[in-house]
Every structure is written in structure tokens, then in C-alpha cells.
């Protein structure tokens, strides 16, 4: 049998399967992980400020007009992907019953795009925009109006902040408990598209109790060999052929 069919092999004998997606996933649609060599950030050498500062909460408080602009940029970007072929099939198998939950380190929205319905987002989303004073909430398009460059709320007047986890931040309470309660639950879990040395990922991993853990990602992670599988290819490639593998076997 070779690692793909083993691959479909567990999709089909596991029923409660959790996906945990790092950045890997996005730049599949073309969003740069910004730490990356190539990432958005790294292009704009003329700034006198890192990448990590840029998103950092003191400098949200402190240069607003510098945050929103590259913000909206980079939110702008995010707003044009559209899902690939790891979302759709995730989509799918949850549609099939098997996939309990996607939880994800990206604020891209995309999953739902692709029509999941459990993402459990650790780091927020772009689709969502928060007036800081009454709670209001804006989308996207509301908000990238809005932004001139610092968008303040048409009803009260408040700054409007993204519904992301910036830097010094820290993750909704909420939503980590839910992805945990996910993770420990789960009897498949498939890792794609991040290296698992960022907090919160190496952790979490560590809830899992299930006897099935498949990693897809490019290079090796601390984790490869306490896997049941590891794949180096796209995770959209490893997710789509997995799937048509187990629907063929049906
Ligand atoms: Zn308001």
C-alpha cells in the first residue's frame, strides 16, 4: 500500500477526524506567509520597522495610520484569494461526516469560503471588525471603506479594530478551549502546512489521544516521528487525491 492509500485508507476508518492548518495552507492561495523569505512584509525595505512590530499591539496603539495602511493592504489581498483544494476537500469530508473541526493559525477566512461550518480560528479573522467603543461589528468590505486610513465607526465615532490576534495579544479563551476540547476528542488528526515550533501548535498537538496523526508539510518538523504518516507535498495535493481515494473505495 503506499502513503496515499494509507492515507485514504485512515480517512475512511476514522469518524472523528480534526484538521489543524498552519500558513501552509494560505500560500497555497497565493497569501504569502508574512514571515516568510517571501512574504509581503519582507518586500518593503524602506520601513524602518520588522514585520512583528508592524503587528504588534503597541504599534496598532501607537502608529494607527502606518498599521491601518499596511493592514488594509494586506487585508485587501486576502479579500481577492479564494479557497484551494485543501479547503475544498476539508469541506467535503466534514459534508461526509468524518471531519469534526478545522482549527487554523490563519485569518484568511477561506475555510468557510469553501462552506466548512466548525473552524475554530486561534487567531481571529479578517472577515470580522470590532468597534472598540460600542461593539459593533463590521465586515471586511464595510471596514476597507472605512479605513481612511484609521476607520472610525459611522454610529459612535470609535476606532474599529480587525477581530485578529495581533502581537502581545492574547488568543480568545473561548476558542482555544473548544479547539482543545476538538483535538482530545479526535481519533484521526491531520497537521498541514505548518512546522509546529509557533506557539500555540506544539502544544495542542499534545491533547491529541486518537491513534492516527498524519503530517503534510514541506519541511521536517520536530514531530515527524511520532507520526503515523508524513507527507512533503502540497497539503491541497495529499487532501484532494486522499479523498478521491476514499470515494472511490466506497
Ligand atoms: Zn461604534
Redesign the pocket.
Known amino acids: 500500500m503506499t502513503p496515499i492509500e494509507r492515507f485514504a485508507e485512515l480517512l475512511r476508518t476514522h469518524r472523528r477526524i480534526v484538521f489543524f492548518g498552519g500558513a501552509g495552507v494560505s500560500t497555497e492561495s497565493n497569501i504569502p506567509d508574512f514571515r516568510g523569505k517571501d512574504g509581503l512584509y519582507r518586500q518593503k525595505t524602506d520601513l524602518p520597522w520588522s514585520p512583528e512590530e508592524m503587528l504588534s499591539h503597541h504599534f496598532y496603539a501607537e502608529h494607527p495610520v502606518e498599521f491601518y495602511t499596511l493592514y488594509k493592504e494586506r487585508e485587501g489581498m486576502m479579500l481577492r484569494a479564494q479557497p484551494n483544494r485543501a479547503h475544498y476537500a476539508l469541506a467535503e469530508l466534514e459534508r461526509m461526516g468524518r471531519l469534526s473541526a478545522v482549527v487554523t493559525q490563519n485569518i484568511d477566512g477561506l475555510h468557510q469560503k469553501a462552506g466548512s461550518r466548525n473552524v475554530l480560528e486561534l487567531h481571529g479573522s479578517v472577515l470580522r471588525n470590532i468597534?472598540?467603543?460600542?461593539?459593533?461589528e463590521y465586515g471586511m468590505e464595510d471596514f476597507l471603506a472605512l479605513c481612511a486610513p484609521v476607520p472610525?465607526?459611522?454610529?459612535?465615532?470609535?476606532v474599529?479594530k480587525p477581530d485578529v490576534v495581533l502581537y502581545e495579544e492574547s488568543l480568545d479563551g473561548f476558542t482555544i478551549q473548544c479547539a482543545l476540547d476538538e483535538i482530545s476528542h479526535a481519533d484521526m488528526l491531520i497537521i498541514g502546512g505548518t512546522s509546529l515550533v509557533v506557539y500555540p501548535a506544539a502544544g495542542f498537538i499534545n491533547e491529541f489521544r486518537g491513534d492516527a496523526l498524519v503530517l503534510i508539510n514541506r519541511d521536517p518538523t520536530p514531530r515527524d516521528a511520532s507520526c503515523t504518516l508524513v507527507f512533503r507535498e502540497s497539503v491541497g495535493e495529499v487532501l484532494e487525491e486522499g479523498l478521491r481515494l476514499l470515494k472511490a473505495a466506497r
Open positions: 468597534c472598540q467603543k460600542c461593539g459593533r472610525h465607526c459611522p454610529k459612535c465615532g470609535g474599529i
